[in-house]
């Protein structure tokens, strides 16, 4: 089915355990890159951007192959929700979020280690509805410690979908990786090899 291996440029488990379930084989490989949202950038220009910045140094640690960096945030009323800063961040968006419709973004590329110019990306949106929240199931969800490391304070895979009332798209953008995205992004790649 996968014609070659992909090195992931993520840190995300939840990235990892997507393409594990799916038997898309991958390495992890790291690179450095300044997350820090430019001013007044726009939610997918900035996904799009640290995607295309988490692959290309990724890419410059390898000599060869196939480079993935994605991106995912949160957007509820025009905010931008990343990763919460501790718990008291994570209440925060928990309570913005609480009975909202919000989207989530993830941008993905890829790009041929050693090829600059050779890079596809794209992004994906999925809307969200979360039901209201009590500020004691609010409490509770925190205490959890799942919130943190999760862009909007949220894990759907976990015990975050005891409060998700509806999605609208591709459920695993909501968990960090738009799977289908990714095969389509490889396949341009492969044919413009071919």
Avoid: C
């Amino acid at each position: 089915m996968f014609p070659e291996s992909i090195y992931l440029a993520s840190s995300s488990p939840r990235r990892a355990e997507i393409l594990r379930a799916v038997g898309w084989p991958f390495q992890l490989v790291k690179g450095a890159v300044d997350e820090t949202r430019q001013p007044d950038e726009k939610a997918v220009d900035y996904v799009m951007r640290l995607a295309q910045a988490k692959a290309v140094a990724g890419a410059l640690t390898l000599g060869s192959g196939l480079v993935l960096g994605a991106d995912t945030v949160v957007v509820v009323g025009g905010e931008i929700l990343g990763q919460p800063r501790d718990p008291d961040d994570a209440r925060r968006m928990l309570s913005l979020l609480s009975g909202r419709w919000h989207e989530v973004l993830t941008g993905v590329a890829l790009m041929r280690a050693g090829d600059e110019r050779q890079i596809v990306a794209a992004h994906e949106l999925t809307r969200v509805r979360f039901s209201s929240m009590s500020a004691e199931e609010i409490e509770w969800y925190v205490g959890t410690g799942e919130p943190l490391g999760k862009a909007g304070a949220y894990a759907i895979q976990g015990q975050a979908a005891l409060f998700i009332e509806e999605i609208q798209g591709d459920y695993f953008n909501i968990v960090g990786l738009p799977i289908h995205l990714v095969l389509e992004l490889a396949r341009r790649i492969w044919s413009a090899a071919a």
